[in-house]
């Protein structure tokens, strides 16, 4: 499917609220698989907390609602530098969040605002653009590899049960 051509513009105070109150139920749903419902929202909200002090004022985020043709906001997204600050990455952006509307997904939105999030990224000066997901979600896996990312570091789990007598 074709990318839908899209154009940036940054999020209202309304459309912030709403982007962050989506963003932190996705993340504390994602987070609740591996730990206890409460303390994964609390997660969501300090990342919040964290990464974006001065909400969508915060310098440095680029915190975005894209548009399709006919001026409908299609999805939106979050762009930053990246979290990591390792070696190597001092140039780097992030993809903290991206969000494709329901309404409008698999229509080629996803591939739009990717590309329209490239464009920042490279007018900001930042020379990659990085992101995490996760790993049980292939259709955003599959967005990504089809706009050409590819896997640069890879985290895996497994829950185990501990011996008896261990940990009592």
């Not at 590309?115 to 292939?138: C, I, K, M, P």
Request: charged share 25%; proline share 5%; glycine share 12%.
């Amino acid at each position: 499917m074709a990318a839908q051509k899209v154009t940036l513009r940054k999020m209202t105070p309304s459309e912030y609220d709403l982007a962050t109150e989506h963003r932190e139920a996705e993340t504390a749903r994602e987070l609740g698989k591996f730990m206890p419902e409460e303390l994964a929202r609390e997660r969501a909200q300090r990342g919040t907390a964290q990464f974006l002090p001065d909400g969508a004022d915060t310098a440095g985020h680029h915190l975005v609602v894209a548009e399709n043709g006919s001026g409908e906001v299609v999805g939106n997204a979050w762009i930053g530098p990246d979290p990591r600050r390792a070696s190597g990455t001092a140039g780097a952006a992030w993809l903290y969040d991206i969000n494709v509307f329901p309404a409008f997904r698999r229509r080629g939105y996803g591939s739009g605002i990717l590309s329209a999030a490239e464009e920042l990224v490279a007018r900001e000066g930042w020379t990659s653009l990085g992101l995490n997901v996760f790993g049980d979600n292939e259709a955003a896996i599959a967005l990504y590899q089809r706009n050409g990312y590819d896997v640069s570091s890879m985290s895996l789990r497994k829950s185990v049960q501990p011996a008896p007598g261990i940990g009592s």
